[in-house]
Every structure is written in structure tokens, then in C-alpha cells.
């Protein structure tokens, strides 16, 4: 593969990555005020281990 190809896949894998990244994140802050709700107590499905006690 020739230098100029290989740089054309890197170009192209890193604007994957950031793509990638910025979906994740949207994701995370869509599921933040969920997380948050459930540490809070709100949801009863979830229990959380106190590490206190360990």
C-alpha cells in the first residue's frame, strides 16, 4: 500500500472515530437524567451495593 493510500485510511478511520465518539456521547447524555433518577432512588428495579459494608 502506498504511503499516500495509507494516509487516506487514516484520515478516513479517525473521522470514524470522531463520529463514533460524538454518538456516544449524545447517548450518554440522553441516558444521564435516567442514571441519575435510579442512584437517587426512583427506580426500584436497580439496587445498589453499599461499599461500606464491605
Known amino acids: 500500500m502506498s504511503h ?3 494516509n487516506q485510511e ?3 478511520n479517525n473521522i470514524q472515530a470522531v ?4 454518538q456516544d ?3 450518554l447524555i440522553m441516558n ?3 442514571i ?3 442512584f437517587k432512588g426512583f ?3 436497580y439496587k445498589y451495593q453499599d461499599f ?3
Open 43 to 45: 427506580n426500584t428495579f
Open 25 to 27: 456521547k449524545k447517548t
Open 36 to 38: 441519575d433518577k435510579s
Open 4 to 6: 499516500i493510500e495509507k
Open 10 to 12: 487514516n484520515i478516513q
Open 19 to 22: 463520529i463514533k465518539f460524538l
Open 52 to 54: 461500606k459494608f464491605l
Open 32 to 34: 444521564l437524567p435516567r
